[in-house]
């Protein structure tokens, strides 16, 4: 099963919004495993994708900024 969750282009601006929120949104889920979690190792890995997951957003509006307007976003969930 495949999910088009973003497809379209858009202006440099919306596309850094969208982009920040699909990834505040992993970062949340990340950081709430992270409050129930027991296992060190676990907390470790997730806090590492934390981080990951921050430098992607930081590279990605770099690069949306220097690209400029209308910018085309795809995103897609693969389920299966």
Do not use: C, P, W
């Amino acid at each position: 099963m495949k999910i088009h969750l973003i497809q379209g282009h858009f202006t440099g601006k919306d596309a850094i919004s969208i982009i920040t929120k699909m990834i505040e949104v992993k970062i949340k889920f990340q950081e709430e495993k992270i409050k129930s979690a027991d296992n060190e190792e676990d907390i470790k890995m997730r806090e590492n994708r934390i981080k990951s997951l921050q430098k992607e957003l930081y590279d990605s509006r770099k690069t949306i900024e220097a690209l400029g307007d209308n910018i085309s976003v795809q995103s897609e969930i693969n389920v299966g």
